[in-house]
């Protein structure tokens, strides 16, 4: 067994691609429309294409976040039961500068965790969905 992916569902993808390409510095992978269920989809990842088993990207090695995009869908409801994403980065003070700079919204600055030594931060996507920034 190996984790393939994640998926999130978003309001507007093409804003969602910007902000993990752009400014969480992702790649696209594949994306895919499917217009008898009116919907499409996008795999994003980090890495290169040398991590694929063969050309299907659900065949990529490294995990891979995948943003569904209903499109008679203008509203999700958050819930209570999700946490976050969580994305190493080498400096997590860095990576807030870099989000902000780029537009993307920091919601809790670098710093130690409260109950440990581990520096994290959160920043948050377009549509809400938080991700944790851990710095190893």
């Known amino acids: 067994m190996r984790l393939m992916h ?4 978003v309001t507007d993808l093409d804003r969602s691609i ?3 390409c752009d400014v969480l510095g992702m790649q696209l992978i594949a994306q895919q429309a499917f217009p008898g269920g009116r919907f499409t989809i996008a795999f994003l990842g980090y890495g290169d294409n040398d991590n694929m088993v063969d050309t299907n990207p659900l065949r990529r090695t490294d995990p891979m976040l995948e943003l569904t995009h209903n499109w008679d869908t203008s509203r999700y409801e958050m819930g209570n039961a999700y ?3 969580a994305i190493e980065v080498e400096d997590a003070y860095a990576a807030c500068e870099r989000i902000s700079a780029r537009g993307g919204q920091v919601t ?3 710093g130690p965790m409260k109950h440990g030594t581990t520096v ?3 920043a948050a996507d377009p549509d809400g969905y938080s991700i944790e ?3 190893p």
């Open 108 to 110: 809790r600055p670098a």
């Open 6 to 9: 994640t998926m999130l569902r």
């Open 120 to 122: 994290i931060a959160f």
């Open 18 to 20: 910007e902000f993990y």
């Open 83 to 85: 946490g976050h994403i």
């Open 133 to 135: 920034l851990i710095q």
